[in-house]
Structures are given as structure tokens and as C-alpha cells.
């Protein structure tokens, strides 16, 4: 969908008019009905089921807050809300408050106008919580279990967004369940500004869930706009919500969790769920668990697979605890785990020196390790007594064969941390303890060591070196690359 789209979209209040309907109605008399009857059977189970839920949808309008957030412009228009509490608790989408109006406006189903509050705003899920005064019971909807939902059941998506007694409707089925990570149901009805926070009801009237977008992939707050009445459009299941409210009803935004697990997205959803980096001081780190630890079960539930323990933490929230269960070799630890609403910004440790590149250290050579060709001067590794010449065999406990070994074992560390390290040097072996400092912003004085031994010979067969022109097969014009007259392909190299 074009950018422009998005920027218009509230400009953009079409109303879906039914005119036919291909489903089956569910009602006791159906069956027995003529093949002609069966328009006008269909309409009435619409209008049914959309009559025994509208007297808990809303009309919200706000008043004043920002006219644009990044490059959505919002507008005045009405949303939607579904009443979920008696005494006057409404929910919405959270999407509808982003530009953080001054003031709330909720008009009942019967016209009645009220002022609403914002208490609080689930930010995992993309639902806001309002709450009017009344001196009445308000309607509440019937909620239907999520174990009764059937991917292919009808669906109705309902909003309150234009004057008029009647809601706005749009009909689809239900496409999928647990999407989101496992946070929305998804349908093909039209799902747009129109409609955010409106119910997403099935035939008899139940509320399925309430609609918000969202998106599988970014986890902004306007996330999921641009697919408004593409048919993709999600909602969170209002059993879901209904579990929420006593939280949210306490006035706290609710924030999504996070452990320090990194998983890559590129193979999240072909890994299996060993853990490929820990961020140093997460909840994750701080529980024990490292690179390399697999983890089996969270909370109970069996996980083989990156994306099913992403989808395990993704729909929990931060200050939740988490059991997990993970293998380290043949040993099986148990960890509880508390998420946080963030992570500390990362920050690179440094060590103080720069390696030597031999092709030693490319080979499965566990007498390798890691050769220091430069000190920085008054650096860590300096302070620490390490000289040019020596060899990192060990660190952190565990042995390096390799550069970049060394760096992984650096990579789950910070400035300030102590690393243990293992150091020859000819015949003679020591330990040492260096503490970490924070890289530095400039480059040191003198002449740096070649990062390769000399005298190793240049593998005889090479490319061609110089400037050499390569062919395009998508046009006329060619490809001009230099390969330096020293080029070793025995050496590995980047390419600018």
C-alpha cells in the first residue's frame, strides 16, 4: 500500500455497505429453508448478531493532542470502543490515543454522551483502557472462549464511527488464531481507523476480540497502519483483555518484557532454541544462562524451535517471571527469569590489543589461540601486563582457538567487567585478570605490527590483480573491480 495512503487514511471514512452474504446461518430453521429464503435468512443472522452487540459499542471522540506522529497525520474523526465492565469500563485500541488528546468524549449506543478518562495503556497489545461515570448498568457483551474459536468461521468487525443509530459492519472470516506471537486472531474484514477498538463479533453475537493493528514484524506504536482494509486485520481476544483488566485497572501501563535473549531474525524461524548471544547484565545474563545453553521448556511448555520460545516471552509482560528450563552439554538447569520494560543500551568492552591474523588460527588447532601483535598503550590488556607475543589461550575460563572466538566471549561482556585470562608466552604460562575499559575514541600514536606474519608465501595460483572489468548481463555497462598487486587469497579480506 502507498505511503500517501496511510497519510490520508482518516480522510478515508467509506462505509462498507453488505449487500449479500455467501454463509450458512447457524439457526435452527435453516436448514429446512428454500434455496430463495436464503438471502433474507442470512441478512437476519446478521442483523441478530449484530443487534445483540451493538449497545455495547461506542463512539469516541477526542479533542486537541498532536496533529502528527512521524509521518501519520492524525484527524478528528470518531473511533470506536466496547463497553467491558457494568460500572463503565471501556476498551479501545491504543492507537486511537497516540497523539495524546486533551480530552476523551464516549457516546453510548442510546446517545448519551460522557467524559472519559485514560487509566492505563497495554502496549504489548495495543489496547487502552477508559473508564466514564454512570448511574446506570451499562450493556456488556458476551464473550465467546477462545477454545470455540474455528479458523473459517464468519466474522463480523464492528465500529461506531459515523452518526447514525446503526454500526458500521464489515464481514470475513476468521483467517487465522495466535498470530502476533501468539497475541490476535486474525480476519479478512475490513479493518481501518473506522473500526479500531470496535468488537470483531461471530454470528451469534459474541465478541471474538477487539480490533487494533498490529504487525508481525515491527513493534512500533503505529505498526500495522498501513495495512488498514487490506484484509489482514487483527484482534486481541477479549478473554485476553478481560484477564488484563485487573491489572490495568490499578492505573500502570503495561509494557512488553524482554529477557536479553538475542535471536537472530534471519533464522528464527529455522533454528532450534539454543541461544546464539546473551546481552551482558540482562535478566537473561543475570539468571545464568550464556551462549550456547538450550533452552527446552518456559513456563511448562515444551520449545524446540528460536521462533517458539520468541513467541513464549513476545506475548508476556515486563515484571512477569518466567521458569526456564534449558540444557548447558548433559546438564539440565532450571532459572527463574524477571523481564524488563528495556534493555540498557549495549556497550563494546575493550581489551587493549590487536591480534595476529596467521592461518593457524583458522584451523581447528586447540594450541592455536590468540596471538597479541599490539598493546595499546596504558589500555587494559597493558595495565594488565600483557605484552606483544603473547598468546591468549584462555578466556573467561574457556580456551580461544581463534579471533573470533575471543571476540564472542568479549561480546557478552561490558566495560568494567573483569575477564580471566590464560597467557603463554614461549614455554612460560601465567594467569592474568584484565578489566575491561570502554573503547576509545582515538587511534594510537606509532607504527601498528602487520596483522600477518612475513615470509608466508602467496598460494600460486591467484585472480588476476590490478583493475579488471567484469561483465553485466543486465546491460551494456560493465563492472570495474581492483584486486591489490599483494592480494594472498590464502588471507581472508573485505571487499569495499
Known amino acids: 500500500m502507498k505511503r500517501e495512503s496511510v497519510l490520508r487514511f482518516f480522510a478515508s471514512r467509506t462505509l462498507l455497505l453488505l449487500t449479500a452474504l455467501a454463509f450458512v446461518p447457524a439457526t435452527a430453521g435453516a436448514a429446512a429453508a428454500a434455496p430463495g429464503d436464503?438471502?433474507?435468512l442470512d441478512q437476519k443472522t446478521l442483523r441478530a448478531a449484530v443487534d445483540r452487540a451493538a449497545?455495547?459499542?461506542?463512539?469516541?471522540?477526542?479533542?486537541?493532542?498532536?496533529?502528527r506522529l512521524g509521518r501519520v497525520l492524525f484527524g478528528t474523526g470518531p473511533t470506536t470502543g466496547l463497553i467491558l465492565g457494568a460500572d463503565g469500563t471501556i476498551v479501545s485500541s491504543a492507537f486511537n490515543f497516540l497523539h495524546r488528546p486533551a480530552s476523551i468524549l464516549v457516546q453510548l449506543a442510546d446517545g448519551t454522551r460522557k467524559a472519559a478518562r485514560l487509566v492505563a495503556t497495554d502496549h504489548n497489545r495495543m489496547i487502552a483502557l477508559l473508564k466514564i461515570e454512570t448511574d446506570k448498568p451499562l450493556p456488556v457483551p458476551e464473550i465467546a472462549a477462545p477454545s470455540e474459536f474455528r479458523v473459517g468461521q464468519w466474522t463480523i468487525a464492528m465500529g461506531r464511527a459515523f452518526e447514525g443509530d446503526?454500526?458500521?459492519?464489515?464481514?470475513?472470516v476468521l483467517s487465522a488464531t495466535n498470530r502476533i506471537w501468539g497475541?490476535?486472531?486474525?480476519?479478512?474484514?475490513?479493518?481501518?481507523?473506522?473500526?479500531?477498538?470496535?468488537?470483531l463479533i461471530d454470528l451469534y453475537g459474541r465478541v471474538l476480540g477487539v480490533l487494533v493493528p498490529l504487525s508481525p514484524t515491527e513493534t512500533s506504536?503505529?505498526?500495522?497502519?498501513?495495512?488498514?482494509?487490506?484484509?489482514?486485520?487483527?484482534?486481541?481476544p477479549a478473554q485476553a483483555i478481560l484477564d488484563l483488566l485487573p491489572r490495568l485497572r490499578q492505573g500502570k501501563d503495561l509494557w512488553p518484557g524482554f529477557t536479553g535473549i538475542k535471536i537472530p531474525l534471519q533464522t528464527l524461524y529455522t533454528a532450534d532454541a539454543t541461544i546464539p548471544r546473551v546481552r551482558p547484565r540482562s535478566p537473561a545474563y543475570q539468571a545464568g544462562l550464556r551462549a550456547g545453553d538450550r533452552i527446552v521448556a518456559v513456563d511448562g511448555a515444551k520449545v524446540e524451535l528460536a521462533v517458539q520460545v520468541k513467541q513464549e516471552i513476545s506475548r508476556r509482560y515486563a515484571g512477569d517471571k518466567i521458569h526456564l528450563i534449558f540444557m548447558r552439554g548433559s546438564e539440565r538447569i532450571e532459572r527463574d527469569v524477571e523481564l524488563v520494560p528495556r534493555l540498557e543500551p549495549y556497550q563494546a568492552p575493550f581489551l587493549g590489543i590487536l591480534p595476529m591474523r596467521h592461518a593457524a588460527q583458522r584451523q581447528e588447532n586447540k594450541d592455536a589461540g590468540v596471538t597479541v601483535r599490539f598493546?595499546?598503550?596504558?589500555?587494559?590488556?597493558?595495565?594488565?601486563?600483557?605484552?606483544?607475543?603473547?598468546?591468549?589461550?584462555s578466556a573467561g575460563g574457556k580456551p580461544v582457538q581463534s579471533v573470533s572466538q575471543l571476540r564472542s566471549r568479549l561480546l557478552e561482556l561490558q566495560p568494567g567487567d573483569a575477564l580471566a585470562l590464560?597467557?603463554?608466552h614461549g614455554d612460560q604460562s601465567r594467569k592474568a585478570e584484565v578489566r575491561l575499559g570502554e573503547v576509545p575514541d582515538i587511534v594510537p600514536t606509532g607504527p601498528i605490527p602487520p596483522a600477518y606474519a612475513s615470509g608466508q608465501p602467496a598460494p600460486a595460483k591467484r585472480p588476476k590483480v590490478g583493475a579488471i572489468r567484469l561483465d553485466a548481463s543486465e546491460g551494456n555497462e560493465g563492472i570495474w573491480a581492483y584486486v591489490p598487486e599483494n592480494y594472498n587469497p590464502g588471507r581472508p579480506c573485505g571487499v569495499v
Do not use: C, H
Open 38 to 40: 436464503r438471502g433474507s
Open 55 to 67: 449497545p455495547s459499542v461506542v463512539r469516541i471522540e477526542t479533542v486537541g493532542g498532536m496533529e
Open 166 to 172: 446503526s454500526p458500521n459492519l464489515a464481514v470475513g
Open 183 to 199: 497475541k490476535a486472531i486474525q480476519t479478512d474484514a475490513a479493518v481501518s481507523p473506522n473500526n479500531y477498538g470496535g468488537p
Open 221 to 236: 506504536e503505529l505498526a500495522g497502519v498501513e495495512w488498514y482494509d487490506s484484509g489482514i486485520g487483527f484482534a486481541i
Open 375 to 393: 598493546v595499546y598503550p596504558n589500555g587494559p590488556a597493558a595495565k594488565a601486563g600483557i605484552q606483544p607475543g603473547d598468546v591468549l589461550a
Open 422 to 424: 590464560e597467557v603463554r
